[in-house]
Antibody, heavy 125, light 107 residues
Framework: EVQLVESGGKLVQPGGSLRLSCAAS????????MSWVRQAPGKGLEWVST????????YHADSVKGRFTISRDNSKNTLYLQMNRLRAEDTAVYYC??????????????????WGQGTLVTVSS | SYELTQPPSVSVSPGQTASITCSGH??????ASWYQQKPGQSPVLVIY???KRPSGIPERFSGSNSGNTATLTISGTQAMDEGDYYC??????????FGTGTKVTVL
């Protein structure tokens, strides 16, 4: 059974830093890209970051580029999100999600097949 | 940047059919996925690659995608199907894109 368990969320002041973790089990971790997706209170889903299975490629949404860094430790089956220079608008539940890729005529397409339970990050003074 | 638009809400009577649309430029040339999210819970994948159901998802959930619109259909809607539904696609310029979300109410 696939399990994704996030941790690390808490109340932090604007301008502060935080590192989120996601412990994965039930699948071959290093074979899959992983992502972070967030959801502000009462709002929709927003993709944040993705990292390849090897960790060699990373991608970030423009809203967090230069402030957040996604990484992974395949020896520990753990995904991370380092969040720096936090802003009030970063307040959200952060989910880690397992990525599935499908090849199509027009290129690769991606979706998320498993999600964690989420961890709440609150940025406020 | 690529955008996906959904109706804010859909109401359906128990046992009837609910249809939720997701609109985006040439969406039919991409794969659409759909996620169900109940209050206080994580999203759950209900449809992927336009019309495939993950293991454990009831047959009453189905999907289609053509032109600029993807549609999630819930046949014989049950009270347990209430929640928020999000479509999602991948775009080479924007990466992972989620729809604006639709709240399904079973009256």
């Amino acid at each position: 059974e696939v399990q994704l368990v996030e941790s690390g969320g808490k109340l932090v002041q604007p301008g502060g830093s935080l590192r989120l973790s996601c412990a994965a089990s039930g699948f071959t971790f290093n074979s899959y890209a992983m992502s972070w997706v967030r959801q502000a209170p009462g709002k929709g889903l927003e993709w944040v970051s993705t990292i390849s299975g090897s960790g060699g490629s990373t991608y970030h949404a423009d809203s967090v580029k230069g402030r957040f860094t996604i990484s992974r430790d395949n020896s520990k089956n753990t995904l991370y999100l380092q969040m720096n220079r936090l802003r009030a608008e970063d307040t959200a539940v952060y989910y880690c999600a397992k990525v599935v890729v499908a090849a199509t005529i027009s290129g690769s397409q991606y979706h998320f097949d498993y999600w964690g339970q989420g961890t709440l990050v609150t940025v406020s003074s | 940047s690529y955008e996906l638009t959904q109706p804010p809400s859909v109401s359906v009577s128990p046992g009837q059919t609910a249809s939720i649309t997701c609109s985006g430029h040439k969406l039919g040339e991409k794969y659409a996925s759909w996620y169900q999210q109940k209050p206080g819970q994580s999203p759950v994948l209900v449809i992927y690659q336009d019309n495939k159901r993950p293991s454990g998802i009831p047959e009453r959930f189905s999907g289609s995608n053509s032109g600029n619109t993807a549609t999630l259909t819930i046949s014989g809607t049950q009270a347990m199907d209430e929640g928020d539904y999000y479509c999602q696609a991948w775009d080479s310029s924007t990466a992972y894109v989620f729809g604006t979300g639709t709240k399904v109410t079973v009256l």
